[in-house]
T-cell receptor
Framework: DVKVTQSSRYLVKRTGEKVFLECVQDMDHENMFWYRQDPGLGLRLIYF???????EKGDIPEGYSVSREKKERFSLILESASTNQTSMYLC??????????????FGPGTRLLVL | AQKVTQAQTEISVVEKEDVTLDCVYETRDTTYYLFWYKQPPSGELVFLIR??????QNEISGRYSWNFQKSTSSFNFTITASQVVDSAVYFCALSVAGNTGKLIFGQGTTLQVKP
């Protein structure tokens, strides 16, 4: 079974804090993704990575950065948290081969509240 | 541009009723993949099905069935004899061109099955 884990299920931070969300997958997947989920908007892609140290911006990268130093780990960083970043954050991973047809597997999500 | 629309925001049914969740997509690609995911209250997105654009055969898996019609750009999901455990948010998604397998998600449909 594919296993994607996220470091925290719930997180409360203050405005201006630097926030790290960690994601680890155990299936040797090349691709990893960070989404945020907001009511009425579905899931929106923040960043993705297709290899170690490689990253690409998604649809809403502003205010976020990412790090992928090891294949199994993909970190999302909020450099200076703001209240509009209060959201549910979901990490996913997938194989690379023939990208369009591969299935993404998701972690349990982190609910972040920025006060 | 690629887009997925789930027009039904919320659906409420009584247990044992059949229910259909609608999904309409837009893409100019001739090769694409469509997905359905289930998100129970725990938060993790669970993969349900993947279909490619060349296979319009309907699929049935237990109480779940999917109807893919390219002529109307729809990929609808039916639950037969719904159960309380089917209560969740359901997302339809489209895989865009390229090797990264990025997904475009619909807004999600919240299904409540009452006993």
């Amino acid at each position: 079974d594919v296993k994607v884990t996220q470091s925290s299920r719930y997180l409360v931070k203050r405005t201006g804090e630097k926030v790290f969300l960690e994601c680890v997958q155990d299936m040797d997947h090349e691709n990893m993704f960070w989404y945020r989920q907001d009511p009425g908007l579905g899931l929106r892609l923040i960043y993705f990575s297709y290899d170690v140290k490689m990253k690409e911006k998604g649809d809403i990268p502003e205010g976020y950065s990412v790090s992928r130093e090891k294949k199994e780990r993909f970190s999302l960083i909020l450099e200076s948290a703001s209240t509009n970043q209060t959201s549910m954050y979901l990490c996913a991973s997938s194989l690379r081969a023939s990208g369009r047809r591969v299935t993404q597997y998701f972690g349990p999500g982190t609910r972040l509240l920025v006060l | 541009a690629q887009k997925v629309t789930q027009a039904q925001t919320e659906i409420s049914v009584v247990e044992k009723e059949d229910v259909t969740l609608d999904c309409v997509y837009e893409t100019r690609d001739t090769t694409y993949y469509l997905f359905w995911y289930k998100q129970p209250p725990s938060g993790e997105l669970v993969f349900l099905i993947r279909r490619n654009s060349f296979d319009e055969q309907n699929e049935i898996s237990g109480r779940y069935s999917w109807n893919f019609q390219k002529s109307t750009s729809s990929f609808n999901f039916t639950i037969t004899a719904s159960q309380v455990v089917d209560s969740a948010v359901y997302f339809c998604a489209l895989s865009v061109a390229g090797n990264t397998g990025k997904l475009i998600f619909g807004q999600g449909t919240t299904l409540q099955v009452k006993p």
